[in-house]
């Protein structure tokens, strides 16, 4: 294979991870940015997103050689969205270069040039971390044209044949640590928002807390989080109410705690993850439980989706103790868990939610800061009332189209070209079609946020009559013992 010679300014195709390669542009990093260490790596900025980082030189290809190939085996509209800002700053780039050339033609002509001059070149614009809007795809002709190189440079390629390239497959490989550069949006509600500038769902460049995190409840949420945790190098003690939960992650690297009120006491933050609001209360006042372990510094961060007055009832009683109280229940499901790509809402103790900041960056994409405790709860239950009377009515949509002789297949093909189109539609449904119904997000628990959301609704006199249609036909379902099924499984209810 030759070799593959790059330099500061080249358009490349960039592997982070799991994720699919991407088009960006090779720059300088930022001055105080050292480069890593090990394999030689250039430092990448990705067109049509905020992520840059240190890419290792196998994990690049050239942009133009492989264009094709790319956009044969990656399909999303973000990703055509990157390939568009790409070929605009090409077609940008090109027009700057034949307006010098037409502009240095009139002035030998007319014999205008003063003599015994030369017009210094402009020096390029390296783009640096804080030049975010340079990648996106509705940049300015200015941002464009001044921040990048002559097509010259752009369009020089490699030596020799690439047809043997390949890329690295070991995920660790493809991301250097780099400094993690938070980006915060207050907003009139007052609620704030933490994410990396560069996406934290590629994980590797993130910098742990050196405080102790306990974690308890390693269900289908909370395993995919501690295995992220360890991953991204944090202390975890674990607990589980079911032991043998725990071993996968001792193995791992994570230390066990024999009680909640163990956890607690070895740990600085501790975060809990379970099933509902008695489960969540159980686990702070019941025997050897949360409350036992608090004392004055003591961090409590309940991830459970439950209700307002649940949240309340156990930050009175962890702040009463001396500790500080979070919630932050997240929005997503296993997979997404387990990818690092969830979305936490949290609310109560803002100086625990910026204590938090690594570990939340290595479960989840992003984070929102909402406010007083009970905030939290309150938006995540309407959030989990609208997927679930929208899962209810794809399902129900899928079964009408069987009963009046439509392809649920075409339904479904029709569906994700038009507006509703989502990676949730496209995978529920394909689930469906397939008898799949392994949990991602147990049905028991979606019926339990709607049922919470209707009563919530009920308490400040808000119709919910959508979400009460649903609640009914998930009430079916777990009659149908599909309880402990995936969400999808609500399905079942309209052909039994």
């Keep these: 294979m030759a070799a593959v010679h790059l330099r500061i300014g080249d358009l490349v195709w960039g592997k982070l991870g799991r994720y699919p390669p991407w088009p960006g542009k090779i720059v300088s990093p930022p001055k105080d940015l050292k480069k890593p260490r090990g394999k030689?790596?250039?430092?990448?900025?990705?067109?049509?997103?905020?992520?840059?980082?240190?890419?290792?030189?196998?994990?690049?290809?050239?942009?133009?050689?492989?264009?094709?190939?790319?956009?044969?085996?990656?399909?999303?509209?973000?990703?055509?969205?990157?390939?568009?800002?790409?070929?605009?700053?090409?077609?940008?780039?090109?027009?700057?270069?034949?307006?010098?050339?037409?502009?240095?033609?009139?002035?030998?002509?007319?014999?205008?040039?003063?003599?015994?001059?030369?017009?210094?070149?402009?020096?390029?614009?390296?783009?640096?971390?804080?030049?975010?809007d340079a990648f996106k795809g509705g940049s300015s002709d200015k941002e464009l044209t001044d921040s990048d190189p002559e097509p010259s440079s752009v369009q020089r390629l490699v030596a020799g044949t690439l047809s043997g390239f390949k890329w690295d497959s070991s995920p660790a490989s493809s991301m250097e640590p780099i400094s993690k550069r938070l980006k915060i949006i207050e907003e009139d509600t007052r609620s704030t928002s933490i994410q990396a500038a560069d996406s934290t769902a590629i994980n590797g460049n993130i910098t742990p807390t050196d405080k102790r995190i306990g974690f308890l409840g390693l269900g289908l949420m909370g395993s995919g989080v501690v295995s992220n945790l360890l991953k991204m190098g944090h202390v975890v003690t674990v607990w589980n109410r079911t032991a043998e939960k725990c071993d996968l992650f001792i193995q791992e690297g994570a230390r066990l705690g024999r009680t909640p009120a163990e956890v607690v006491s070895m740990c600085d933050i501790t975060f809990?993850?379970?099933?509902?609001?008695?489960?969540?209360?159980?686990?702070?006042?019941?025997?050897?439980?949360?409350?036992?372990?608090?004392?004055?510094?003591?961090?409590?961060?309940?991830?459970?989706?439950?209700?307002?007055?649940?949240?309340?009832?156990?930050?009175?009683?962890?702040?009463?103790?001396?500790?500080?109280?979070?919630?932050?229940?997240?929005?997503?499901?296993?997979?997404?868990?387990?990818?690092?790509?969830?979305?936490?809402?949290?609310?109560?103790?803002?100086?625990?939610?910026?204590?938090?900041?690594?570990?939340?960056?290595?479960?989840?994409?992003?984070?929102?800061?909402?406010?007083?405790?009970?905030?939290?709860?309150?938006?995540?239950?309407?959030?989990?009332?609208?997927?679930?009377?929208?899962?209810?009515?794809?399902?129900?949509?899928?079964?009408?189209?069987?009963?009046?002789?439509?392809?649920?297949?075409?339904?479904?093909?029709?569906?994700?070209?038009?507006?509703?189109a989502s990676t949730f539609v496209d995978q529920k449904c394909q689930n469906i079609l397939q008898g799949n119904f392994k949990p991602d997000y147990y049905l028991k628990h979606i019926q339990k946020d709607l049922r919470l959301a209707i009563s919530m609704g009920d308490s400040v006199n808000h119709p919910t009559p959508m979400a009460a249609a649903a609640n009914e036909?998930?009430?079916?379902?777990?009659a149908l013992d599909q309880s402990d099924n995936d969400m999808s499984a609500v399905y079942r209810a309209y052909i039994h």
Excluded at 348 to 373: H, I, N, P, W
Excluded at 473 to 478: I, P, S
């Design 40 to 132: 030689k790596c250039f430092f990448v900025k990705f067109f049509g997103t905020e992520d840059h980082a240190w890419i290792k030189v196998e994990q690049l290809k050239p942009y133009h050689p492989h264009k094709e190939e790319m956009i044969k085996i990656n399909k999303g509209k973000r990703f055509q969205q990157a390939v568009d800002a790409v070929e605009e700053f090409l077609k940008k780039a090109k027009g700057k270069e034949q307006a010098s050339h037409s502009n240095s033609d009139d002035k030998s002509k007319s014999g205008t040039e003063t003599k015994g001059r030369k017009s210094p070149a402009k020096p390029m614009k390296i783009i640096e971390e804080d030049d975010e």
């Design 272 to 420: 809990s993850c379970v099933s509902d609001p008695k489960a969540a209360r159980d686990l702070v006042l019941g025997p050897s439980g949360v409350l036992q372990g608090i004392r004055p510094g003591k961090c409590y961060v309940e991830m459970s989706t439950v209700d307002p007055e649940t949240i309340t009832e156990l930050s009175q009683v962890i702040t009463s103790r001396g500790g500080r109280f979070l919630e932050a229940p997240v929005s997503g499901s296993q997979q997404l868990s387990n990818d690092g790509m969830l979305v936490i809402v949290a609310a109560g103790d803002r100086t625990v939610y910026e204590d938090c900041t690594s570990c939340f960056q290595a479960m989840g994409k992003t984070s929102f800061f909402l406010g007083e405790a009970g905030n939290a709860a309150r938006m995540m239950l309407i959030l989990n009332m609208v997927q679930g009377s929208f899962m209810a009515t794809i399902a129900e949509g899928l079964t009408l189209a069987q009963a009046t002789g439509q392809s649920q297949q075409t339904f479904l093909d029709i569906l994700c070209q038009g507006q509703m």
């Design 473 to 478: 036909v998930y009430k079916r379902a777990k």
